[in-house]
């Protein structure tokens, strides 16, 4: 089985308890800390679109709906996990992201736990290139470097999951190259990392 088919193959074995889990104990904290900054700096308003990528059962895309009263289309490649996804306020999308089409652009991009299960980001970049309008913001939640990153690292690599942990430099350099420029990072937990991207306007690529 292929790297991406034992990643879906994973979260397809996780998605009916999934968020339960996610819900209660150090878990909880971890999660809730990384939607303080996480939302932070997608600074979510009203009506404002927003596309979740790798949305899973909906944790990020149902709280910037129903807290925010943003316009949030969920996409995931997992079919139990987008059936597990509430769809009061949130529209559903199974697709991987480099294979979306046809869904117009959006003022607001998130992938949060996404780019670590990606051997080669270029592709999910360029995409995202597609997706977000000029001057709209990319929003990432990642794994840290370190030792924690680590433990993360060999924990899903345990299930099958290949795990590939950058830098913020790494992250910046790729997003650059199309046309995203690195605006705010957040230290969320041990853990992870949230990095805020600005896609560029002509008169930024002059």
């Known amino acids: 089985m292929g790297g991406k088919k034992k990643v879906i193959s994973y979260f397809e074995r996780q998605a009916a308890t999934y968020l339960r889990r996610s819900e209660r104990g150090l878990w909880k904290w971890f999660r809730q800390r990384e939607f303080n900054e996480?939302?932070?700096?997608?600074?979510?308003?009203?009506?404002?679109?927003?596309?979740?990528?790798?949305?899973?059962?909906?944790?990020?895309?149902?709280?910037?709906?129903?807290?925010?009263?943003m316009k949030v289309l969920g996409v995931d490649s997992s079919p139990a996990m987008l059936k597990a996804l509430p769809r009061e306020g949130v529209s559903g999308l199974l697709s991987e992201i480099e294979n979306i089409a046809g869904v117009g652009t959006y003022q607001k991009a998130l992938a949060a736990g996404v780019f670590e299960f990606i051997a080669q980001p270029n592709q999910v970049f360029a995409k995202c290139r597609e997706l977000v309008v000029v001057g709209g913001r990319l929003v990432l939640l990642v794994p840290r470097c370190g030792f924690f990153g680590g433990v993360y690292k060999v924990v899903h690599e345990l299930q099958g999951c290949s795990v590939y942990l950058r830098s913020i430099a790494e992250y910046e350099a790729l997003a650059g190259e199309f046309d995203f420029v690195l605006t705010e990072t957040a230290y969320c937990t041990p853990i992870s990392t949230a990095l805020a991207f600005k896609r560029k306007s002509e008169a930024d690529l002059k």
């Open 38 to 69: 996480v939302s932070r700096l997608v600074a979510p308003q009203k009506d404002e679109s927003l596309i979740d990528l790798g949305c899973g059962v909906g944790y990020y895309a149902t709280r910037f709906s129903q807290s925010y009263g």
